[in-house]
């Protein structure tokens, strides 16, 4: 079945440092590969998406490219602030009636 | 401001109450979802309702009922919950089920709910 491994956290970084939170998936078909961020208190949104392999989404300073030969979708930024922390979801969707398959979560803090 | 809400935000009941959760989108969805997120476990996805109808139900027991009136609401009724059950309740809606690029889904910010 599909599924989607995502690094252990929490992680805690400094101000203006280089951010990746690892995402690797197993799935049956070619499906699309999302991140999802949570905020304290809040519902998960929708952070970016790729649809196809070597796409890359990016939103808010963020990236992630589908790489489909190393069935990955790393997430990264070159500059985390303070507002970032947050939980971030990596999830995937199969084609058709297949529904969202999410990762554990990482939680990420910025100190400043 | 997702477009997805729901209430309450707070819910704390004994075992032997009954209550309901309600979530309500305004963006116009056909497929709506209810998720339950404990700590350190991945997101579970419980029920999904396309076009008011129930598509799936992965193994939830029975002292959780949803409840899906029309594409706009959504209702999760519990009783004789177990202290197991204390999670934060996620309600999210997607335009639909059948296309990928219309299965994006949109998140309520939760009912956490604590069981004593």
């Known amino acids: 079945g599909n599924s989607v491994t995502q690094m252990e956290g929490p992680v805690t970084l400094s101000e203006e440092a280089f951010l990746t939170i690892n995402c690797t998936y197993t799935a049956t078909g070619y499906p699309s590969l999302f991140w999802y961020v949570q905020y304290p208190g809040e519902g998960l949104q929708l952070l970016l998406k790729?649809?196809?392999?070597?796409d890359k989404g990016s939103n808010k300073g963020f990236e992630a490219t589908y790489r489909k030969e190393t069935t990955s979708f790393h997430l990264e930024k070159g500059s985390v602030q303070v507002s970032d922390s947050a939980v971030y979801f990596c999830?995937?969707?199969?084609?058709?009636?297949?529904?969202?398959?999410f990762g554990k979560g990482t939680r990420l803090s910025v100190i400043a | 401001e997702t477009g997805v809400t729901q209430t309450p935000r707070h819910l704390v009941m004994g075992m032997t109450n009954k209550k309901s959760l309600k979530c309500e989108q305004h963006l116009g969805h056909n497929a709506m979802y209810w998720y339950k997120q404990s700590a350190k476990k991945p997101l579970e996805l419980m029920f999904v309702?396309?076009?008011?109808?129930?598509?799936e139900n992965n193994s939830v027991p029975s002292r959780f009922s949803p409840e899906c009136p029309n594409s706009s609401h959504l209702f999760l009724h519990l009783h004789t919950l177990q202290p197991e059950d204390s999670a934060l309740y996620l309600c999210?809606?997607?335009?639909?089920?059948?296309?990928?690029?219309?299965?994006?889904?949109?998140f309520g910010a939760g009912t956490r709910l604590s069981v004593l």
């Open positions: 790729a649809t196809k392999a070597d």
């Open positions: 309702y396309n076009f008011k109808e129930q598509t």
């Open positions: 999210a809606s997607s335009q639909d089920r059948g296309q990928l690029a219309k299965n994006i889904q949109y």
């Open positions: 999830a995937l969707s199969d084609l058709g009636n297949t529904p969202l398959v």
